[in-house]
C-alpha cells in the first residue's frame, strides 16, 4: 500500500538546538499531519497542513514549533529551540482529502531524544 | 477532557481465544477509526468504521453512533495480532484524536 517514509528514524539532539523532522508524504497527497508520541502516553495531534497552510492546531504546537512544505519536497516539522519534554516518537501522515473515505497513512516515525 | 477512551488497557490471551476491544467517545464526531500499532510503533488503518458492523476477516468493527461506542471484535486470535489496538475519532479537517490504546498480547 502507499508508504510514508520519515528521516531519520533517530535523532539525539542537545536542549536548545533546533531540529528538523523530515517527512515525504504519500505522493499524491495533499494533507499533511504531525502527531506526538510520548513513550507509553497516546498519541496525540499536533498540527495539520494544507496549500501551504497550517489547518488546525493543537496546544502541543508550541510556538518553537513550524512546518512547511517548500516546493512539494519534504513536509517538515522544527522544533527552535528544542526542550526536555519534546522527547518523543513524533509521527508524519498524510491523506489525500478528508472526505469519509480519505484515511491518514502513517510514517515508522521518528524517535527524538533530547539531552 | 479525554475525549476517547479505551477499554481494556492491556489483554492476554492465548491463542485461538476471542478479544473484544471497546471504546467510548464523548463528543461529537464525524467517523470512527480502528489504527495497529506495531511493537516497532507505525500505525496500519484497521477499520474505517463511522456506523455500523464491517468485517475483514478474523476482525469485526461495530460502531453505535447514538450510544458514542465502539468495538472491535479479533475472533481466534494469533500470535501476530499482538500488538497495541489504537481508536481514533476524526473531527474537523480530518484531525484525529486517539484513545490510550488496548495492547494485546497472544501466548501460544
Known amino acids: 500500500g502507499p508508504k510514508v517514509l520519515q528521516i531519520p528514524s533517530h535523532q539525539i539532539i542537545d536542549m536548545g538546538q533546533m531540529v528538523t523532522l523530515n517527512c515525504d508524504p504519500v505522493s499524491n497527497h495533499l494533507y499533511f499531519y504531525w502527531y506526538k508520541q510520548i513513550l507509553g502516553q497516546q498519541m496525540e495531534f499536533l498540527v495539520n497542513f494544507y496549500n501551504g497552510k497550517v489547518m488546525e492546531k493543537s496546544k502541543l504546537f508550541k510556538d518553537q514549533f513550524s512546518v512547511e512544505r517548500p516546493d512539494g519536497s519534504y513536509f517538515t516539522l522544527k522544533i527552535q529551540p528544542t526542550a526536555l519534554e519534546d522527547s518523543a516518537v513524533y509521527f508524519c501522515a498524510s491523506s489525500l482529502g478528508t472526505g469519509g473515505g480519505d484515511t491518514q497513512y502513517f510514517g515508522p516515525g521518528t524517535r527524538l531524544l533530547v539531552l | 477532557g479525554q475525549q476517547v477512551q479505551q477499554s481494556p488497557t492491556s489483554l492476554v490471551l492465548q491463542e485461538g481465544e476471542n478479544a473484544e476491544l471497546q471504546c467510548n467517545f464523548s463528543?461529537?464526531?464525524?467517523?470512527m477509526q480502528w489504527f495497529y500499532q506495531r511493537p516497532g510503533g507505525s500505525l496500519v488503518s484497521v477499520f474505517y468504521?463511522?456506523?455500523g458492523t464491517k468485517q475483514s476477516g478474523r476482525l469485526t468493527s461495530t460502531t453505535v453512533i447514538k450510544e458514542r461506542r465502539s468495538s472491535l471484535h479479533i475472533s481466534s486470535s494469533q500470535i501476530t495480532d499482538s500488538g497495541t489496538y489504537l481508536c481514533?475519532?476524526?473531527?474537523?479537517?480530518?484531525?484525529?484524536?486517539f484513545g490510550s490504546g488496548t495492547k494485546l498480547t497472544v501466548e501460544p
Open positions: 468504521n463511522p456506523s
Open positions: 463528543t461529537s464526531l464525524n467517523s
Open positions: 481514533a475519532i476524526r473531527s474537523n479537517y480530518n484531525v484525529l484524536y
